[in-house]
């Protein structure tokens, strides 16, 4: 076994990924455009679901996070948004471009890097954002749950979810629709 697959299966940590997504699958339009997110298709015309089961929102996963994984794209979309949304929280970024010199995160060349970082660090409950980031984790057996957001919105094309010729089995852990119409979806992963 290698070192780096022995990271892999000894780690005490959840690998995690919350993300929204079109009806057609994608996570960012072209160009990484994420106006789509904010849309607001078929408003006031949802119908809702009950929430006996419901799937995670953002105001209780997030809370229960302690380190957040990302892509460089996704680092440099987020530092678009004006103040950093992660005080507080460590934040790896994985490029093999960027210094490890950034102010809000640190910087880590390769995925087994980062989970020699996350086993390191202890920790608990990790976020996996950005499209191949989450396909990259999932790839590796590193992604543990995943809650998706579909809206109700096709737009032809961008960042798909999943990579072509990914293949993923999932357990469904909770469901509801919002009324403003996001079918919301917690998976368990179980098995890449």
């Known amino acids: 076994m290698t070192e780096a697959s022995q990271a892999h299966t000894a780690r005490s940590w959840r690998g995690r990924a919350f993300l929204g997504a079109s009806l057609d699958g994608y996570i ?13 298709p078929g408003k006031g015309r ?12 953002w105001e209780t996963f997030f809370p229960e996070i302690d380190t957040l994984v990302m892509g460089r794209t996704t680092y440099e979309k987020v530092l678009t948004f004006g103040d950093w949304p992660y005080p507080g929280l460590r934040v790896l970024v994985l490029s093999t471009t960027l210094a490890d010199t950034l102010p809000n995160a640190r910087v880590v060349g390769s995925v087994d890097e980062a989970v020699a970082v996350l086993n390191d660090a202890g920790a608990r409950q990790v976020y ?3 499209g191949r980031t989450v396909q990259d984790f999932l790839a590796r057996g590193l992604l543990d749950e995943l809650t998706v957001a579909t809206l109700p919105i096709v737009i032809g094309g961008g960042t798909r979810l999943f990579a072509e010729g990914a293949s993923a089995e999932f357990a469904v852990r909770g469901a509801h629709v919002t009324a403003d119409g ?4 917690t998976y368990e992963v179980l098995g890449s």
């Open 46 to 57: 949802h119908v809702t679901t009950p929430d006996t089961a419901p799937a995670l929102v």
């Open 28 to 40: 960012a339009g072209p160009g990484g455009d994420l106006a789509f997110l904010e849309s607001e």
């Open 182 to 185: 996001l079918v919301r979806v």
């Open 128 to 130: 996996v954002d950005g």
